[in-house]
């Protein structure tokens, strides 16, 4: 196991619903820590900050409800609400208010185990895209949306912001063309009124800063009169920069002269690290 356990707080008044999951989701690897009422559960996630929460519909002190969406005001963790039979307006307030799913008493332990699992997934994944979504790494060119950053070949480069701008604009249509009024729209605005010489200019500096050869373009291709585009190479270099990038179709692509290979972006649009 390298892993550590997911740790599961249970939000939960019944003793045998405690006595129950304690046990049995103990059994399944979670680490369980229990919280009897409202109150105990909101200071209870404070201190042991659980990866996943399971919170009773009824409960002394504050509803769950209540504990629901003080929860979310500060937490994505994944939330499983436990109603009782009867309360399906409860269930749909619950997930009204941020739970993620629900189980509903009585319940057989391997569903709830599956219904976790299930959120924990979606969870893990959501967060991956929030991560991946804030870089884009295409061949030996990085871009960090967040911290406004470019990498070439791992080495920083400084960009002005319009020729950030203009490159993030290129690397997220990368493989599409993307128009000059597209381009000009996004990166000076709807209301600019200057040459739009502006844009080629910008695109030129850019070229100067992130392909090997700027005057043969391998990254950034114009498409005669419409725009421009951001061509993923895989390794098939143009030049003999070397790279330590590699793409799962190099040994494919990578003869002399042969053809660059189209990409749809996201295909050849990874994350490293
Ligand atoms: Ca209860």
Known sequence: MTSPPVSVLVIEDEESFIQAL????????????VARDGAEGLEMFEAANPDIVLLDLWLPRRSGLDVCRQIRERSRVPIIMVT??????????????????????????????????????????ADDLTA????????????????????????????????????????????????RDSLIDKVWGRDYVGDTKTLDVHVKRLRAKVESDPSRP????????????????????????????????????????????????????????
Do not use: C, W
């Not at 304690?22 to 820590?33: A, D, I, K, M, N």
């Not at 619950?94 to 979606?122: H, N």
């Not at 030049?239 to 996201?266: F, I, K, L, V």
């Open 84 to 125: 009782a039979k009867s309360s399906e307006t409860d269930t749909v307030v619950g997930l009204e208010v941020g739970a993620d799913d629900y189980v509903t008493k009585p319940f057989r332990l391997s569903e709830l185990v599956a219904r976790m699992r299930a959120v924990l997934r979606r969870s893990a994944r």
């Open 22 to 33: 304690s046990v049995g989701l103990g059994r399944e690897g979670f680490e369980v820590v």
């Open 218 to 273: 391998a990254k950034i291709l114009t498409v005669r009169g419409v725009g421009y585009k951001f061509e993923p190479t895989g390794t098939a270099k143009r030049s003999t920069t070397t790279t330590t990038t590699t793409a799962a179709n190099s040994t494919a692509t990578n003869s002399a002269g042969a053809e660059q290979p189209r990409s749809d972006g996201p295909a050849s649009t990874r994350m490293t690290g």
């Open 132 to 179: 991946a979504d804030e870089r884009i790494v295409i061949d030996n060119l990085e871009l960090d949306r967040s911290r406004h950053e470019v990498y070439l070949d791992g080495a920083k480069i400084l960009l002005p912001l319009k020729e950030f701008e203009l490159l993030e604009n290129l690397m997220s249509n990368a493989g599409r063309v993307v128009t």
